[in-house]
């Protein structure tokens, strides 16, 4: 009969492959430090490009911080903030894996603050400026917006989904050898 396709299943086969999906499943570890270094490297890039994980631009820098600052890289400058990116790390936890920093201010900048004086009249701080310069800064108030660079947007749901066919795919290749 012309166009005919004929599918036979082996037992042993069945079963294998079964077993290799199983063996993923209760031992998740290597995938999800896969996956955990994959996403580290999606919130790096939107360090690199000023973007939330859903792609859309970080506020800017007030016209002020613009006006003094030495780097234009939101977030990325050396020192206080630009350390953020390179804070940014993963730990496989059980069955799942957490993404994020250790530093202090590291919730300021995915959420946004106003900073006010607890005790002072105002704040009193340091900015550092083009060729060196260091300019004194006094203010009643510190607003920073919310630039998130925490979240799953859909590079990361891209990165992941290509991380879990390849270990489906390589379980159930074994199965075979």
């Known amino acids: ?15 294998a492959g ?4 199983q063996k993923l499943g209760h031992e ?5 430090r896969a996956i955990g270094a994959a996403l580290v490297e999606t919130t790096h890039q939107r ?23 030495k780097s234009n890289s939101i977030l990325r400058g050396r020192g206080g903030a630009g350390g953020l ?15 994020g ?3 202090i201010y590291a919730g300021v900048h995915q959420f946004g603050a106003t900073i006010v004086p607890v005790k002072a009249k105002a704040l009193f701080f340091f900015v550092g ?32 989904h290509e991380i879990v066919l390849a270990e489906l795919r390589q ?3 074994a199965r075979r050898g």
Do not use: C
């Open 129 to 160: 400026g083009a060729g060196g310069r260091v300019f004194p800064v006094h203010a009643k108030k510190v607003t920073i917006p919310a630039r998130p660079y925490l979240g799953f947007g859909p590079a990361d749901r891209a990165a992941v």
């Open 18 to 21: 079964f077993r290799a999906l």
């Open 101 to 103: 920093s250790n530093k």
């Open 85 to 99: 990116m390179q804070s940014v790390t993963f730990a496989v936890d059980g069955r799942g894996v957490r993404v």
């Open 171 to 173: 379980a159930l290749a």
């Open 47 to 69: 360090f690199e490009r000023g973007r939330d994980p859903q792609g859309q631009p970080w506020k800017p820098w007030s016209r002020g911080y613009a006006a003094i600052t």
């Open 28 to 32: 998740p570890a290597g995938m999800l």
């Open 1 to 15: 009969m012309a166009g005919q396709m004929k599918v036979e299943f082996k037992g042993d086969s069945i079963a």
